[in-house]
């Protein structure tokens, strides 16, 4: 056959990518430019900064055991922090997965409840938690949960929606119910993922609750809230040096977890 | 009385397609029958149908006498059992798990929930795996297994259900002929031995006039063929198999002269 009586080509799709390309780099430096942001200021600031970090040269870790209680608690707040988001977004997610919920208005509000709790900046709901019930672990395990509850049932409704169609009719032309069929279709099949999550989730409120602590929602934030107010420079360096230790430790040991899982 | 009763069926989907353009039949009970049919005929939609995982747009079945309806859908369910192309089994559970979803209409709320199950309950399973011949891979999970040996141990969830039909949508499609052969063999003894009423979707025209009691044609949502397997000739497979608008079709031709 020549190439003549071949089927012409149809006509190629306009291509926009370029179009939008250079439409978001005008809006970045039309940003740029009404911020007034400039290197040259950055550059003075590199000044004033280096002298500032310059105070936090000798770390006094003589309260040490204190730090590491503190920083306990903070642990301990995330990892109750993590149930909870845990529990309410187990019971929240097969409401907001398209292909399990038993109804729309169902499917609307576990989903607008997930979006509302995402929402919610968890220092806001620290702010509100310490306030109404007072200083301490409580308040930064509640904004933590209802935070990242919304961030898990929405994952979790995200990988239930994934699962096989083919699985969950198989379990539905079995006469099961809808419970049964989150059960035995639903959340076995997305078990790992679900887990992979969790776990990011947890390392993430680790992080979070010890920043927490500088709104008043206990753990080695609050201590480290002191005792810069104070201009304690030595002690900071220590309780600072402390979090990120510990926090490095935590990232590293989840994503080894989390790599265990695949 | 018969055990599967479709009268005057129609299905169109929300998106405008039209899927059976009005199918009316009696399936007799303890038969075996198979729905030959081209892509796209609407014989999943049959399939699907009765088991209430549609609903018709026109038209009513009945599963043994019982109309299928919202209020006792998940009743016929559970009279019904299933067997897909593609076995659906969950993957991330045991065999004998994927097997005990067929008990799981018996099951109360809490303890399917924490997936307990009767003693009862656990040897109808046992019993199933045994009919399926898999009683040794009980433990192991459903994805490790061949393609057979799950269609096998889907069969014997939809055993579990101790249903009165077993509706299988093109079961041997995903499989080599050996086992499709021997998948075959395992739904005719089901019907023989248990007097289930079998109803199966296939492609293989070979495999459809060997095991059949009675042949349904389907093409475009019409019944153009209904049957002994002695009676489907090559006229009557043409008939089945025709495309629209292309009456002098060559390569239907061709097909049917090795079929």
């Known amino acids: 056959m020549t190439a003549s009586a071949r089927t012409p080509l149809p006509p190629k799709p306009f291509n926009p990518t370029p179009v939008w390309l250079s439409a978001w780099i005008v809006v970045l430096w039309l940003i740029v430019r009404d911020l007034d942001l400039s290197f040259a200021t950055l550059a003075y600031g590199v000044e004033d900064m280096a002298e500032y970090f310059g105070r936090y040269h ?71 938690f310490v306030a109404s019930l007072g200083l301490g672990p409580l308040p930064g395990v509640l904004a933590l949960g209802i935070h990242t509850a919304g961030f898990l049932g929405k994952f979790f409704a995200e990988s239930l929606e994934r699962i096989d169609s083919g699985v969950v009719e198989a379990v539905r032309a079995s006469g099961a119910s809808h419970s049964q069929i989150v059960m035995y279709a639903g959340w076995p099949s997305i078990l790992r993922e ?7 989730v947890m390392d993430r409120n680790v992080r979070m609750a010890s920043v927490l602590g500088l709104v008043g929602a206990g753990g080695i934030g609050l201590a480290l809230h002191d005792t810069l107010r104070l201009f304690k420079y030595d002690e900071s360096a220590a309780l600072i040096a402390v979090i990120l230790v510990v926090l490095l430790a935590f990232d590293y040991f989840s994503t080894w977890l989390r790599g265990k899982l695949k | 009385m018969a055990s599967i009763s479709i009268n005057g069926v129609e299905k169109r989907f929300d998106n405008g397609f039209h899927a059976l353009k009005g199918v009316s039949t009696e399936i007799a009970p303890g038969s075996f029958t198979v729905i030959l049919g081209p892509s796209g005929a609407g014989k999943s939609t049959l399939l699907r149908l009765i088991n209430g995982l549609e609903t018709p747009t026109r038209g009513s079945l009945a599963v043994a006498g019982k109309p299928i309806d919202h209020a006792n859908l998940r009743a016929i369910r559970g009279e019904v059992g299933m067997v897909f192309q593609h076995f659906n089994l969950v993957d991330r559970l045991s065999v004998v798990t994927n097997v005990l979803v067929g008990r799981l209409k018996t099951r109360s709320w809490l303890g399917s929930i924490l997936y307990l199950f009767k003693r009862e309950d656990m040897d109808i399973a046992h019993e199933a795996l045994d009919r399926v011949g898999l009683v040794d891979k009980s433990w192991q999970r459903a994805d490790r297994l061949s393609g057979g040996q799950q269609q096998r141990v889907g069969i014997a969830r939809a055993l579990a259900q101790q249903p009165r039909v077993i509706l299988a949508d093109e079961p041997v499609a995903s499989l080599d002929p050996v086992t499709s052969e021997e998948i075959m063999q395992l739904l005719r003894e089901i019907c023989a031995r248990d007097r289930i009423t079998v109803l199966v979707n296939l492609h293989q025209i070979d495999l459809a006039k060997r095991f059949a009691d009675r042949i349904i044609g389907l093409n475009a949502g019409k019944v153009v063929f209904d049957g002994t397997p002695a009676q489907l000739d090559r006229t009557a497979l043409a008939r089945v198999y025709q495309r629209e608008g292309n009456q002098d079709d060559e390569q239907l031709q061709s097909v049917l002269a090795y079929a």
């Open chain 1, 194 to 200: 679900a887990l992979g999550y969790t776990l990011y």
């Open chain 1, 58 to 128: 000798a770390p006094d870790f003589s309260d040490l055991p204190h730090y590491l209680s503190l920083m306990a608690q903070t642990i301990a707040t995330a990892l109750w922090g993590t149930l909870v988001a845990l529990l309410f977004a187990v019971a929240l997610a097969p409401f907001a997965a398209r292909n399990l919920t038993p109804s729309s208005t169902a499917y609307r509000t576990s989903r607008e409840m997930l979006n509302f709790m995402r929402a919610m900046p968890d220092l806001l709901l620290a702010l509100i």
